[in-house]
């Protein structure tokens, strides 16, 4: 589908292969194929869209936190930066961004990590680790395949002491990052469900995910 740069969803122009809408909660997946843009869009405001990478014909090689940080020179993701894999390679590049700061050390929320950090009344709340393994399977990915992911829209400041946490947010409703594949690539998104911290501004709320070709 062309529609007009005015009209369009996405960051950048090009013909919409796929528009979606994650549900509040939910997992989401697609393939993003090399030069393929994918955009995010925070439809209410303050959503963390916990994500991985994984590059589509071999899905042992996948984002690397590690390498991503080392080879930028800092922690947080914005336009420029590069998404690298575990073999140093470039998955995916942040071309656009209105938001300006996106986290890479918060993590994922587990079931376990709610239950140590909010207390056992927690543990039966839905949580990324389990929406990451649900939507994983469909790609023949297993737990040993999780590994440190980037959160999109989450606000987590690092002090001068080296101390963070998880505070409000700074997005806000319709706000968009847009990334492009350099590999054909696996995206795997948890929309995250955490409602005991201030991350989705304690109320999860619904993305959008829109693939352009140019």
């Not at 968009?176 to 054909?184: F, G, P």
């Not at 409602?195 to 959008?208: A, E, K, Q, S």
Request: one cysteine or more; hydrophobic letters at 40%; charged letters at 20%.
């Amino acid at each position: 589908m062309t529609v007009s740069a005015a009209e369009s969803p996405a960051l950048t122009p090009g013909t919409i292969v796929l528009d979606q809408t994650v549900a509040a909660r939910a997992p989401w997946s697609a393939i993003v194929r090399r030069g393929q843009v994918l955009t995010i869009v925070d439809l209410h405001g303050n959503q963390a869209v916990d994500c991985l990478i994984y590059r589509a014909d071999d899905t042992a090689e996948r984002y690397s936190a590690q390498d991503t940080l080392a080879a930028q020179g800092g922690i947080f993701l914005t336009t420029g930066s590069v998404l690298r894999s575990s073999e140093g390679r470039p998955l995916m590049t942040v071309v656009a961004d209105e938001v300006g700061r996106h986290d890479t050390v918060g993590g994922a929320c587990s079931r376990e990590s709610n239950t140590l950090r909010y207390g056992h009344h927690t543990k039966h709340q839905h949580a990324c680790v389990e929406n990451f393994l649900a939507e994983g399977a469909k790609w023949g990915l297993g737990k040993r395949d999780l590994v440190s992911n980037i959160n999109w829209y989450m606000n987590v400041p690092v002090d001068p002491d080296g101390s963070l946490g998880i505070v409000d947010g700074i997005s806000a409703p319709g706000l968009r990052v847009a990334l492009r594949a350099e590999l054909d690539v696996l995206v795997l998104v948890s929309n995250c469900p955490q409602i005991n911290n201030p991350c989705n501004g304690f109320d999860p709320t619904p993305v959008r995910m829109v693939v352009t070709s140019s």
